[in-house]
């Protein structure tokens, strides 16, 4: 059977973006590229909040990100989400500012992804972040998906 991923939006981003000349960003392009090549391992989904984001900006850019995602199952914001979300923010556990970042995370809760693949290393690929969040879930008897970056789930393909 094959795992879940639901995809965030700075992956997308990653993807299509045009090439940088920053060596992280190019390093994070390839290896996006790299994974984007291995995702029929895997059953892909995004949300309405990656479908809103990927909307969003440049239009060229924004129909480049739309066109990688839109034969994606669309993972709905359900009720229970926004209140994980809300909860995250409230404990300080993930700040104000990035409160999209803790609705992305209680998506995939909900959902029951088995990963959320992602390059926000600062408020959802974060250690010490996700170690807090999923103390929290422990308490409400849900658990939080493996959160990485594609570097780590592409590693998970080699023999």
Known sequence: MKSSVYIETSVISYLTARPSRNLIAMARQQVTQAW??????????????????????????????MAAIENMPLLRVTTDAV????????????PQKAAEDALHIAIATVHAV????TWNCKHIANPEIQRQI????????????????????LGANDE
């Not at 209140?83 to 993930?94: C, P, Y």
């Not at 999923?134 to 970056?149: R, V």
């Open 134 to 153: 999923a103390l929290y879930l422990e308490e409400m008897g849900l658990f939080l998906p493996f959160i990485c970056t594609p570097d780590e789930l």
């Open 36 to 65: 984007w090549e291995i995702r029929s391992n895997h059953d892909l989904c995004v949300s309405e909040v990656v479908s809103r984001e990927c909307a969003s900006g440049d239009p060229d850019a924004a129909a480049r990100r």
């Open 114 to 117: 088995d990963f959320l693949l």
């Open 83 to 94: 209140a994980i979300a809300k909860a995250l923010v409230l404990r300080e556990i993930i």
